[in-house]
């Protein structure tokens, strides 16, 4: 089973910024995506951005389109996700998540077949 660990989270004033990492230690990736999603209190699982491994293909929610990065790293294992211009609904607990797909329009959690254990964002206003 693929385990996958974050980084990175924290507590951040609007308007300020976050880099989130996500890494699976012992594990090669060539094909498949990483996602990443948030969940606040009292409210469902959302997606937030998806990449490919093979190409870099990148995919985002519309209320992070502009403001968020995801990237990765092939040599290191590693998908970041860059926070800019954060904003106090963006507080949550963050969690990447590892598909065999490659396709990265499907947002549902359930194509997605492992998890990290999540990393708490915070955005004071």
């Known amino acids: 089973q693929v385990q996958l660990v974050e980084s990175g989270g924290g507590l951040v004033q609007a308007g300020g910024s976050l880099r989130l990492s996500c890494t699976a230690p012992?594990?090669?990736?060539?094909?498949?995506?990483m996602g990443w999603f948030r969940q606040a209190p009292g409210k469902e699982r959302e997606f937030v951005a998806a990449?490919?491994?093979?190409?870099?293909?990148?995919y985002y929610a519309d209320s992070v389109k502009g403001r968020f990065t995801i990237s990765r790293d092939n040599a290191k294992n590693t998908v970041y996700l860059q926070m800019n211009s954060l904003k106090p609904e963006d507080t949550a607990v963050y969690y990447c998540?590892?598909?065999?797909?490659?396709?990265?329009?499907?947002?549902?959690?359930?194509?997605?077949?492992?998890w990290g254990q999540g990393t708490q964002v915070t955005v004071s206003s």
């Open positions: 998540a590892g598909s065999p797909y490659g396709s990265i329009w499907n947002t549902s959690p359930l194509r997605y077949s492992y």
């Open positions: 012992g594990r090669t990736f060539s094909t498949g995506s």
């Open positions: 990449i490919r491994w093979s190409d870099g293909g990148t």
